[in-house]
T-cell receptor
Framework: AQKVTQAQTEISVVEKEDVTLDCVYE???????LFWYKQPPSGELVFLIR??????QNEISGRYSWNFQKSTSSFNFTITASQVVDSAVYFC????????????FGSGTQLTVLP | DSGVTQTPKHLITATGQRVTLRCSPR?????VYWYQQSLDQGLQFLIQ???????AKGNILERFSAQQFPDLHSELNLSSLELGDSALYFC?????????????FGPGTRLTVL
């Protein structure tokens, strides 16, 4: 069975600090997909990134970067120069490569960026 | 705006009642997923439909049912409601081919059972 672990329940940083959110996953599939979603205080779930298991390239999008390491089953998310608007709950999720693609979510990390 | 719409935004009802939540996927998306977010269970997958047919089932109670209609909108029916059913219910949709791998979520329906 698949599992996603986000060990950091809450993180608090001061604006402009860098912060890394950890995600560790478990799956028996060789083909799988990893995701990060953001849930701001308004409650919606915003898609941030998808990574395929066969593509271990790291990705950078503006202040966001993601580090995918198959060897440690980790898919960590770094926000550089954090801003107050980054305050949200961040979820890591996994789907396996079969015909159904339901997401298994981690428990989320509440990030608070203080001014 | 993800393009996925859900109605109603808020729903307050009493124990024992039945409610229907509605979801319209993004234009062209064939897959619809339902998820429940509660404080004690977190975000949990309930059920997936693909082009009108059930494709996968998660931790969905027998009191809950869903369907996807020919116009691809979906409804989640919750019956014999209990206090513990109070949660945020999300619908998500995904496209075809490579886009099948990415799910975009609606704003959610917040259900309160009193």
């Amino acid at each position: 069975a698949q599992k996603v672990t986000q060990a950091q329940t809450e993180i608090s940083v001061v604006e402009k600090e860098d912060v890394t959110l950890d995600c560790v996953y478990e799956t028996r599939d060789t083909t799988y997909y990893l995701f990060w979603y953001k849930q701001p205080p308004s409650g919606e779930l915003v898609f941030l990134i998808r990574r395929n298991s066969f593509d271990e390239q790291n990705e950078i999008s503006g202040r966001y970067s993601w580090n995918f390491q198959k060897s440690t089953s980790s898919f960590n998310f770094t926000i550089t120069a954090s801003q107050v608007v980054d305050s949200a709950v961040y979820f890591c999720a996994l789907s396996e490569g079969g015909s159904a693609r339901q997401l298994t979510f981690g428990s989320g990390t509440q990030l608070t960026v203080l001014p | 705006d993800s393009g996925v719409t859900q109605t109603p935004k808020h729903l307050i009802t009493a124990t024992g009642q039945r409610v229907t939540l509605r979801c319209s996927p993004r234009s062209g998306d064939l897959s619809v997923y339902w998820y429940q977010q509660s404080l004690d269970q977190g975000l949990q997958f309930l059920i997936q439909y693909y082009n009108g047919e059930e494709r996968a089932k998660g931790n969905i109670l027998e009191r809950f049912s869903a369907q996807q209609f020919p116009d691809l909108h979906s409804e989640l029916n919750l019956s014999s409601l209990e206090l513990g059913d109070s949660a945020l219910y999300f619908c998500a949709s995904s496209g075809q081919g490579n886009a099948y791998n990415e799910q975009f979520f609606g704003p959610g329906t917040r259900l309160t059972v009193l």
